[in-house]
């Protein structure tokens, strides 16, 4: 027995040593390094473009989540971009040969003679002869990647746009032109090569959503994504763009594994895979469109036209074949570049989008642009086009959903062929403001799902905490997703410290960083050793979502000056239609009265649980508003701290204290004041502005209860900053003269109070006021409406009284009676 265990353990236990040693295929993978170059190009001086920005940061945080290590920028001059793309090549040649490298570029790409230019913002192209020298060449930086021994190679130009910068010399061809990918390369088009994809309102572009729609998709293998994504765009798009890819990378990649937990396909895999793999004439005219497109070759499009000719579909792709083959005929003559090549295509295609390529290359040739009588045709690979064909080819800009054709929409594509897209991924928020210059747009990310995560092979990216949290809707909803604040004292415009993100070489933790070229840039801008770039003035389209920029103490929903606002340390302003214009003298504030704070608002400067009033002389306060004590235009300056201020007699305050305030006693009802021979509507509408003086209650600190407001005016006399007690002892009789006083001459003004007030003309005010509290109230006051004349008889009145002690009535008594 001890034998045979022995034996049996002597044959278990080396397999078990080879098991425990075998490595994972997974982790017996060499680590995959990530990086990625995103660039945005949007405020173009000619036509800006309203989405590129915002597509590259939605790319780029994609990418992030798939454990790229990304840099990125938007709006970059050309010597800065061709720094970036040298800095990047560098890069990927410091990975290793395990490195995936991908470049996306947004904006206006343009072809000239076979070849694809980007063009930055601060190009000047007018001619077809300015492209090679103001835009880049794409091949020159894809062969240097070519180059190097990575594992996969990514370039995608989401620049197909009908430009518009030539104006002269000979037209070229639109869109971007039919290349040949190198090895371990793909390169991508958002739109056909020759055609280009229509203007989007935003916020983001049809083609850069779909794509990070099928990135986030996982188990997808390279392929299959650009597959996914031509179907998804031609679909969103209504048939108006068709995207085009070519590949030659054999290595296996994929951006996201999809886990075992993940819910089963709605079709199975096998079953899609014979479906695909029919011939388009065994095929529905639904599943047949699908196929051609997912298929995306000519011999596809041409089978779908032969199977189904009369289909409402058959235009649409025929203008697929007439682009297409247009296309191939033009790089078949490019690559020859003999006379007798661009004879053959003017031959076919005497007014073709390259007919201006083909003349430009035979004057370079010294070749006559007419053929001779008899020459030798090359042999195309293509056969030449059907006449029905040459109306889609034969003008300037082809765009698939140009109304002059007609298409009709079409069919969306079967669930087998593309699935439907993410409930949360199908309407997409519009990305946070940017916080400085070649920042890129940070999108609202949305969490990936539980089962759809990056391979384990992957190195993680240094710096990366969307790769560390793609499932972790916290860390998404706290830190991810919250909004920055903007630079002190800048912002996404042209100030100094709009600069300070992209010096720092990263505008946050959850963002790319910049290319190091670009914080250079930056550097030497904000040290004024290089200009302001004019693409930080231009603004493009407005963004569907994103509020104007406000100022910094106006909350994001309100308009600036639409109404009333408190700041901490100044007067809140009065809206517009509550009180006049700033008045010269107004004391002590320079702004107008206000209402109230309401109870979501900060509370007045100086007054119980509000911030202290700022020191006499304090700057400007956020805004532009100045400071509470700084003296108003035409005013006097007090005399000593605290005290107040003395109007301007030119005009009249609306901040006069009211006369009827007695110190020690409760405020009387305001009363309205009106200019010398003013009429009854005048004095309506001084009734409704009541004065602005500071009750004793608030001068010492107490909380007065508010008042009510009349046609819509704030009549609360306490929207000022507090006065000192010692200050508000001799509050107003000596400025009341002079703030009441108006421009016209005539003698004091008229009183529209009751009898029981005591409205005295403010030139004789104090005098009136000092004698008038001893007498009698109802002998003082039995003034009729017209008052001047009883004002001018007001200082007899208190000699009235001394008649009375002496009554000689008891002297006329009878004798018999000692009293009468």
Not at 607 to 630: D, K, V
């Amino acid at each position: 027995m001890r034998g045979t265990l022995k034996a049996f353990l002597c044959f278990l236990l080396p397999i078990l040593f080879l098991a425990a040693g075998a490595p994972d295929p997974a982790r017996a993978q060499q680590q995959e390094k990530r990086i990625a170059l995103v660039v945005g190009n949007g405020a173009y001086a000619k036509s800006p473009l309203a989405t590129t920005a915002n597509d590259a940061g939605l790319i780029a945080q994609t990418l992030q989540a798939a454990g790229f290590d990304v840099v990125g920028a938007r709006d970059l001059d050309g010597d800065t971009l061709r720094k970036s793309f040298r800095d990047f090549i560098q890069k990927a040649q410091a990975s290793g040969p395990g490195t995936v490298a991908m470049i996306y570029l947004a904006g206006y790409g343009v072809q000239l003679a076979g070849e694809n230019y980007f063009v930055p913002v601060d190009s000047n192209v007018t001619r077809d002869t300015d492209i090679p020298t103001e835009a880049l060449r794409i091949s020159d930086y894809a062969r240097q990647l070519a180059a190097l021994p990575l594992k996969a190679n990514i370039l995608v130009l989401d620049a197909a746009r009908a430009q518009p910068f030539i104006e002269g010399g000979q037209p070229i061809a639109s869109g971007l032109a039919l290349v040949e990918p190198d090895p371990n390369m793909l390169i991508a088009f958002n739109a056909a090569p020759g055609t280009v994809a229509p203007e989007e309102p935003g916020p983001y572009g049809i083609y850069a959503q779909s794509l990070a729609e099928m990135i986030r998709t996982g188990g997808l293998p390279l392929a299959e994504v650009f597959d996914r994504l031509r179907l998804r765009v031609n679909e969103a798009s209504k048939g108006a763009q068709v995207p085009w890819n070519e590949q030659k990378i054999s290595a296996p990649f994929s951006f996201f594994e999809r886990g075992p937990d993940a819910p089963p396909p709605a079709t199975a895999p096998d079953q899609v895979a014979a479906i695909r793999s029919k011939p388009i004439r065994d095929l529905g005219v639904q599943d047949a469109y699908a196929a051609a497109l997912q298929r995306d070759t000519l011999p596809a499009y041409e089978e779908f036209l032969a199977t189904y000719p009369n289909d409402p579909m058959s235009g649409r792709v025929m203008a697929i074949v007439a682009a297409r083959r247009e296309a191939i005929t033009w790089r078949r003559t490019y690559r020859t570049d003999t006379p007798e090549a661009y004879w053959s295509y003017l031959r076919r295609y005497s007014r073709g989008p390259h007919a201006g390529d083909a003349r430009r290359r035979l004057a370079i040739l010294t070749a006559p642009v007419e053929p001779p009588p008899t020459f030798a045709m090359i042999d195309y690979d293509v056969p030449p086009p059907p006449p029905e064909e040459i109306v889609y080819v034969d003008r300037p800009v082809l765009l698939f959903g140009d109304p002059v054709f007609g298409f009709a929409p079409p069919p969306p594509p079967p669930v087998y062929y593309l699935p439907p897209p993410p409930p949360d991924f199908i309407v997409l928020e519009p990305p946070l403001p940017v916080v400085g210059l070649f920042v890129l747009p940070q999108p609202l990310f949305v969490p990936i799902p539980v089962f759809v995560r990056p391979p384990i092979y992957v190195a993680p990216p240094p710096n990366n905490i969307i790769y560390q949290n793609i499932h972790n809707t916290t860390v998404i909803n706290t830190v991810i997703n919250r909004p920055l604040a903007p630079p002190p004292g800048g912002g996404p415009g042209t100030g100094p410290a709009s600069l300070a993100p992209a010096v720092a070489g990263r505008a946050n933790p959850v963002g790319p960083a910049v290319p190091q070229a670009v914080a250079q840039r930056a550097a030497l801008i904000q040290q004024g050793k290089a200009p302001m770039p004019p693409s930080a003035t231009i603004q493009p389209t407005a963004r569907p979502g994103i509020p104007p920029v406000t100022p910094a103490n106006v909350a994001p929903n309100a308009v600036p000056n639409a109404g009333p606002r408190t700041v901490p340390g100044a007067v809140p302003s009065a809206a517009p239609s509550a009180a006049p214009a700033a008045v010269p003298g107004a004391a002590p504030s320079a702004a107008p009265q206000a209402k109230l704070p309401a109870a979501n608002t900060l509370p007045v400067p100086g007054a119980r649980g509000g911030p202290p009033a700022p020191p006499a002389g304090a700057g400007p306060l956020p805004g532009g508003r100045p400071a509470p004590t700084a003296t108003a235009p035409g005013a006097t300056p007090p005399a000593h701290p605290g005290a107040p201020i003395a109007a301007a007699p030119a005009t009249a305050s609306p901040n006069a204290t009211n006369p009827a305030a007695v110190p020690g006693q409760p405020p009387k009802p305001p009363v309205a004041q009106t200019a010398p021979g003013a009429g009854p509507a005048d004095r309506a509408k001084s009734a409704t502005r009541g004065p602005a003086g500071t009750p004793p209650a608030a001068a010492a600190g107490k909380p007065v209860a508010p008042a009510p407001l009349a046609a819509r005016e704030p009549v609360r006399p306490q929207t000022r900053p507090p006065v000192p007690p010692q200050a508000a002892r001799p509050v107003a009789p000596p400025p009341r003269p002079q703030a009441v006083a108006r421009p016209t001459p005539p003698p004091p003004p008229r009183v529209s109070a009751p009898p029981p007030r005591v409205a005295a003309p403010p030139p004789p005010r104090p005098a009136p006021v000092a004698v008038a509290r001893p007498a009698p109230p109802p002998v003082a006051r039995p003034a009729p409406p017209p008052p001047p004349p009883r004002v001018a008889v007001a200082p007899p009145r208190p000699a009235a009284p001394p008649p009375r002690p002496a009554a000689p009535a008891p002297k006329k008594c009878p004798p018999n009676q000692p009293r009468c």
